[in-house]
């Protein structure tokens, strides 16, 4: 069983940044693919980045060149740095943890970008 508590959400202006952190506990934490997902009222929760436990990474067409994700095994925490943030970033992000036979959410952290 693996607990994921996501942290680092808040209000940012237009070009902003933030980092999100999802600390996990309980589980093989390096044996897990880590996402973030974001979901927008009304909407779809989509994919945003992934990184496999080898370190290998993964965008959507959206935000990429402006999010990167990074994780640190020893402390069992994924990240996820934004950049540039625009208005249509403005979400509830939530972490994952994936590996065959295993899924496992937190219950997000809300990210406002508006002026």
């Known amino acids: 069983q693996v607990q994921l508590v996501e942290s680092g959400g808040g209000l940012v202006q237009p070009g902003g940044s933030l980092r999100l952190s999802c600390a996990a506990s309980?589980?093989?934490?390096?044996?897990?693919?880590m996402g973030w997902y974001r979901q927008a009222p009304g909407k779809q929760r989509d994919l945003v980045a992934a990184?496999?436990?080898?370190?290998?990474?993964s965008y959507a067409d959206s935000v990429k060149g402006r999010f990167t994700t990074s994780r640190d095994n020893a402390k069992k925490t994924v990240y996820l740095q934004m950049n540039s943030l625009k208005p249509e970033d403005t979400a509830v992000y939530y972490c994952r943890a994936t590996r065959h036979g295993y899924d496992y959410w937190g219950k997000g952290t809300l990210v406002t970008v508006s002026s």
């Open positions: 990184i496999t436990s080898g370190g290998s990474t």
């Open positions: 309980g589980g093989l934490f390096s044996t897990y693919v």
